[in-house]
C-alpha cells in the first residue's frame, strides 16, 4: 500500500485555516488558499516560482492532466467551484436535492465547471484517479 502524503500551502508554522482538504488513496492535501490546481505528479518535485496558483499531484497516471482541475472560491456564488482543465474530463458523484439521499453523476469536459456544496467524491473519466473534496467549516472562510 502506498505511504500516506500530506501537504499544505505556505508556511506551515502559520495559522491560516484550512478551507478544504483532497483526500485520496496515499494522499490528503490541506489546502489553505482559496485558488489551488490539482494534476498529475511532476518528476521534479521543485517549486517553480512562476507559478503563482499552487499545484498538487493527484497521481502519476498518463490520463491524468499536468493540471487537470482547478477549485477556487468563488466570491458571488459564496461556494466553492470546480473547473475541468483536462481533455479526459472528470465526473462528480452529487446530491441531488440538499438532505435527499439520492446522488447524481455529472460529467465535467474541459472548460466546463460545478459548484462543490459539500464532501464531494470525484474520479477521472478514466476512472483511474479517484478523491474527494471535503470542504472544512463554512466559518473558516
Not at 488513496?25 to 512562476?50: M, N, T, W
Request: with cysteine; aromatic share 8%; net charge positive.
Amino acid at each position: 500500500s502506498p505511504t500516506k502524503m500530506s501537504s499544505r500551502t505556505g508556511d506551515t508554522t502559520a495559522s491560516k485555516p484550512v478551507y478544504y482538504r483532497i483526500v485520496g488513496q496515499g494522499f490528503v492535501h490541506e489546502i489553505d488558499v482559496k485558488k489551488a490546481l490539482f494534476g498529475r505528479e511532476k518528476k521534479v518535485k521543485a517549486e517553480d516560482p512562476k507559478e503563482e496558483i499552487p499545484c498538487f499531484p493527484l497521481g502519476s497516471e498518463k490520463k491524468l492532466s499536468r493540471k487537470h482541475l482547478s477549485i477556487e472560491w468563488d466570491e458571488t456564488q459564496n461556494s466553492w467551484r470546480i473547473t475541468c482543465l483536462g481533455k479526459n474530463g472528470l465526473t462528480l458523484t452529487l446530491l441531488k436535492e440538499k438532505n435527499s439521499g439520492i446522488f447524481r453523476t455529472k460529467s465535467l469536459s474541459k472548460g466546463e465547471g460545478s459548484r462543490l456544496d459539500g464532501p464531494t467524491p470525484i474520479r477521472t473519466s478514466s476512472g483511474t484517479c479517484k478523491f474527494w473534496f471535503q470542504p472544512a467549516a463554512p466559518s473558516k472562510k
